[in-house]
């Protein structure tokens, strides 16, 4: 008997009525037809409205202008305020043989040394000052250093701390005790300690260092945890652990006061923050403006005392102390203000240019003429 089926069926694969064909999907009895071909919708068949837009003088050269006009203001803005915060920096590394700190500068992590160097303010720091320390040639961006913590023992669970994990190898344990906090990055923290001090008439007076307050809030709060337990008694939440090979005492007595030691040490969690170039600097303290009469730092001779711990001299890197203070935008840091002026200024030159160009040969006819 023949069997008759449309074009469109046989181009499918199958009779819409018939039995099974191979490739083309069961049919029969009255089944859906199965098919490849897509289902007739705008979107899969290509149909969707679409915009595109028509690049004309009268819509290019208003948006160069635009942008310049835009960007080159809010530039010199942002470069005027980068220029008015104050900012002092101190090289303390010793390279230099006159420098005070060059018989320290062969210094290991087990044998501290002291030097002191004087420096002049020329200008008064009128707002809060921040103090940071800051390293140079030091690569806290490697894979591997980046690694090499475990977040469980920081975030104060009990069984990670006493099995740390193995990425913080080789620095998990130390004389089969192990070690917290584990891995290279706490291992290799930065130990020198800075205090500042005004010179007045050959006396030298301390300038009060706030250690508290230099960490962002949600590691405080949330990423770094001590051990459960007995929150004041940090001894016997680390018994059976053992400090950093680097360090020179354990864990829990960064501090005195119970509530910035052990993993909740700001300095710690500053320094566990890893930074993304090799050099950085990393906020170590303030320095609070007491009233409004008076700046917080006066133009004038202060020193700097350092117990010079931190080795940087084997690996051909540099120790600075900044002392800085801060706008709504940060610290000193000029780029921003600089790009937005390169690119406006480049945008109204571009503009001016294709206006030029625009005004001298785009009235032109620039039909040709057909022969007959």
């Not at 009895?29 to 009268?58: E, Y």
């Not at 089969?176 to 990055?185: E, L, R, S, T, Y």
């Not at 130990?191 to 405080?220: S, V």
Request: net charge positive; with cysteine; aromatic share 12%.
């Amino acid at each position: 008997m023949a069997v008759n089926y449309s074009a469109k069926e046989e181009a499918d694969g199958h009779p819409s009525g018939g039995v099974g064909v191979p490739g083309g999907g069961a049919v029969g009895g009255g089944g859906a037809v199965k098919t490849r071909k897509p289902d007739n919708t705008a979107f899969k068949q290509q149909r969707l409205p679409a915009w595109q837009p028509i690049l004309t003088a009268g819509t290019v050269l208003p948006a160069f202008f635009i942008i310049g006009l835009i960007f080159i203001p809010i530039g010199i803005g942002i470069f005027v305020t980068s220029n008015n915060i104050r900012e002092y920096e101190i090289d303390y590394t010793g390279t230099e043989p006159s420098s005070p700190c060059n018989k320290c500068l062969n210094v290991s992590w087990d044998s501290p040394c002291t030097c002191t160097i004087n420096f002049t303010l020329e200008h008064s720091f009128e707002s809060n000052v921040f103090m940071y320390y800051g390293l140079s040639n030091f690569y806290q961006n490697h894979r591997r250093y980046v690694k090499s913590r475990d977040d469980s023992q920081l975030n104060g669970d009990n069984s990670s701390l006493h099995n740390p994990s193995k990425e913080c190898e080789p620095y998990r344990t130390n004389e089969d005790k192990p070690i917290a906090p584990c891995g290279a990055i706490a291992n290799s923290m930065f130990n020198d300690t800075l205090e500042l001090y005004r010179i007045d008439n050959d006396t030298r007076t301390p300038i009060p260092l706030i250690k508290k307050g230099i960490a962002w809030w949600t590691d405080k709060n949330v990423k770094f945890r001590n051990p459960t337990g007995d929150g004041n008694n940090l001894t016997a939440l680390f018994q059976g652990t053992t400090k950093p090979v680097n360090w020179p005492k354990p864990v829990y007595m960064l501090d005195p006061e119970p509530d910035n030691n052990g993993f909740i040490n700001e300095d710690f969690i500053v320094w566990m923050r890893t930074a993304a170039l090799p050099t950085f600097r990393k906020l170590y303290r303030l320095i609070e403006r007491k009233n409004n009469f008076q700046p917080t730092l006066q133009a004038g001779k202060y020193s700097l005392d350092i117990a010079y711990n931190y080795p940087v001299h084997s690996f051909d890197g540099r120790k600075r102390m900044i002392l800085s203070t801060i706008s709504w935008m940060g610290g000193k840091n000029p780029f921003l203000g600089i790009a937005y002026i390169t690119v406006g200024s480049i945008c109204f030159f571009l503009g001016v240019v294709l206006l030029f160009i625009h005004h001298k040969y785009g009235n032109r006819n620039t039909s040709a003429d057909i022969p007959n």
